[in-house]
């Protein structure tokens, strides 16, 4: 009798907590690095929606399913274009088998890296945070926000500072050139850009992105898109080399380190032919 | 040879006096060295221009100008002795006249060791390491390597510019053997160069607190009738600088400097 009776307070403690806080809402708790304190985030991440072809959505496609809008405030999914901005993104749209930075091996820019269809890789240890994204070998190196921004620089990857808000990684992004993209589809922003960026784990291997993007030149006002990275947790799995190759007409393609092409066996003659043109 | 002296002393003397100084280098709770932090190539000059390792060997003959191994001003340096096979030999007097196609020219990741014998005091690397990898991310061409610190094996099948890198710690030092490279890069701006048969074992040294020892032997049996060694310091950079980012595909600034010999008014046209 006294066991149900401490068993059921238990089970009235339970539900009181649970009555403070929803346990769907209750913080995954990560790991920690060897201080003791810094939450650990290492490890291969990649999304695995299709919001790189368009984070406002888009139809199903040949070989892709239909995707809805990453962007999650304003409600309605879109991008709040102010109109003269609007009509650069559909010029960029109509334009965008050829105009796409991404098409000539550039790096990718933020928040875009961060869901492109390539793994990424975070390198951690106590005081220091980097992420390595493996599309076309872009890093950025997050510096504590205790110094200010490096700005009026118009960098691709930008510069970023960061703090902790308890396991919440809040990075600081300005300095960045308005020729990058944020995703296949035209969208963009200024140089005007400051991105406020929130990397939570919502589980072992979850890792929620979620960037708030403020620019007063090309848009009405800020807006949020959020998305979620999934651990790769493939045994040996590692970032690999991505760089690109260009062919006779000037075009570049990424040529996997795994792929033959990108060999050249003591033929000096190919040497002269490959890639080089 | 008397500054080659001085600066091989300069180097080995101090490296000594730390040493016995028995000054505590930082470490990670692993008990290794702790080689964080952003680090500048210091002597060693130019790529191509000063290449070589601070014993001469690679240095060439008689008119070795020492002053090389302490950079530019001491006025034209030797060029570096490479000891080629012979058709090797032909195939490097063919580049060093077509400098221009230079992959590093073309945005092309440099490979090893040219990843980190970048000019000196120009571009840094920033090393984070944790007990299972160093990573190693050069600001040049946004080069990055993340070297895995459990002495595995290389893959198979993979062909890279910057090879496949493995690591493993020898006492206090990082040993990395680096194979699987794809025979495309040069070795510096002089056409100096190797093939897919380059093997590379670097050793990077924590001197002291703010020097980090490097050294690299690169192997490659169909260019190179014996090994090239290099060796350089790189110096560690105060807190209040950080490292920038370098585009060079996306803001190319090189071509213009090509002439139409170079091919360069082609290229522009592109």
């Known amino acids: 009798m006294r066991l149900l009776l401490a068993a059921g307070a238990a089970a009235m403690m339970v539900t009181a907590i649970a009555a403070q806080r929803p346990?769907?809402?209750?913080?995954?708790?990560?790991?920690?690095?060897?201080?003791?304190?810094?939450?650990?985030?290492?490890?291969?991440?990649?999304?695995?929606?299709?919001?790189?072809?368009?984070?406002?959505?888009?139809?199903?496609?040949?070989?892709?399913?239909a995707s809805k809008s990453i962007v999650v405030d304003p409600p309605d999914g879109k991008i709040p274009y102010k109109p003269d901005a609007l009509a650069t993104r559909q010029a960029n749209y109509r334009a965008r088998a050829t105009a796409d930075p991404s098409l000539k091996c550039y790096q990718a820019g933020v928040p875009r890296a961060t869901?492109?269809?390539?793994?990424?890789?975070?390198?951690?240890?106590?005081?220091?945070?980097?992420?390595?994204?493996?599309?076309?070998?872009?890093?950025?190196?997050?510096?504590?926000?205790?110094?200010?921004?490096?700005?009026?620089?118009?960098?691709?990857m930008g510069d970023t500072r960061y703090r902790w808000d308890a396991d919440t990684l809040v990075a600081d992004v300005v300095a960045q050139t308005d020729l990058a993209w944020l995703d296949q589809a035209g969208n963009f922003h200024s140089t005007e850009v400051h991105i406020v960026e929130r990397y939570r784990m919502t589980g072992a291997d979850t890792l929620e992105y979620e960037a708030r993007i403020e620019d007063p030149v090309a848009y009405t006002r800020p807006?949020?898109?959020?998305?979620?990275?999934?651990?790769?947790?493939?045994?040996?799995?590692?970032i690999i080399e991505d760089e690109c190759l260009e062919d006779a007409n000037g075009v570049r393609h990424h040529v996997s380190p795994y792929d033959p092409r990108n060999l050249l066996k003591s033929d000096y003659s190919r040497w002269k032919s490959a890639g080089q043109k | 040879m008397k500054v080659l002296k001085e600066t091989l002393c300069a180097l080995l003397c101090i490296g000594s006096l730390n040493s016995l100084s028995a000054q505590a280098l930082p470490r990670l709770p692993d008990g290794h060295p702790?080689?964080?932090?952003?680090?500048?190539?210091?002597?060693?000059?130019?790529?191509?221009l000063f290449i070589g390792s601070l014993d001469g060997t690679n240095?060439?003959?008689?008119?070795?100008?020492?002053?090389?191994?302490?950079?530019?001003?001491r006025g034209p340096a030797a060029p570096p002795r490479y000891q080629y096979t012979p058709e090797a030999e032909a195939e490097r007097q063919d580049r060093l006249r077509r400098g221009y196609e230079d992959p590093e020219a073309r945005c092309h990741l440099p490979g090893v060791p040219r990843a980190?014998?970048?000019?000196?005091?120009?571009?840094?690397?920033?090393?984070?390491?944790?007990?299972?990898?160093?990573?190693?991310?050069?600001?040049?061409?946004?080069d990055v390597r993340i070297i895995p610190t459990d002495n595995s094996p290389h893959p198979r099948n993979y062909w890279a510019w910057d090879g496949d890198s493995r690591g493993r710690w020898d006492g206090d030092t990082l040993v990395v053997d680096v194979a699987n490279f794809n025979g495309r890069t040069w070795l510096d701006m002089a056409g100096n160069f190797v093939d897919e048969n380059e093997h590379v074992v670097e050793r990077f040294s924590l001197v002291d607190r703010d020097t980090i020892l490097y050294e690299a032997t690169v192997t490659d049996p169909t260019v190179f009738v014996t090994p090239v060694q290099m060796r350089f310091t790189l110096k560690r950079v105060p807190p209040e600088q950080q490292i920038l980012e370098y585009s060079c595909l996306e803001g190319e600034r090189s071509l213009q400097h090509y002439t139409d010999e170079d091919g360069g008014r082609k290229r522009r046209e592109k």
């Open chain 1, 115 to 156: 869901y492109v269809p390539a793994p990424l890789q975070i390198l951690q240890s106590p005081g220091n945070f980097a992420i390595v994204y493996q599309e076309n070998h872009a890093f950025r190196v997050f510096h504590p926000d205790t110094r200010a921004h490096f700005d009026n620089t118009d960098w691709w």
């Open chain 2, 59 to 73: 240095f060439a003959a008689g008119g070795g100008r020492a002053g090389g191994a302490r950079g530019a001003g």
């Open chain 2, 34 to 48: 702790d080689l964080q932090g952003l680090w500048l190539k210091s002597a060693g000059g130019f790529q191509g």
């Open chain 1, 23 to 65: 346990a769907q809402t209750r913080p995954f708790a990560p790991t920690r690095l060897w201080d003791g304190r810094t939450p650990d985030f290492r490890g291969i991440w990649q999304v695995r929606d299709t919001a790189y072809m368009n984070i406002e959505g888009h139809a199903a496609e040949k070989g892709v399913a």
């Open chain 1, 223 to 238: 807006w949020t898109l959020r998305t979620v990275l999934y651990r790769v947790k493939q045994p040996g799995a590692r």
């Open chain 2, 116 to 142: 980190l014998d970048q000019p000196g005091g120009l571009y840094p690397v920033q090393i984070i390491q944790d007990q299972k990898s160093v990573a190693l991310l050069h600001e040049a061409m946004h």
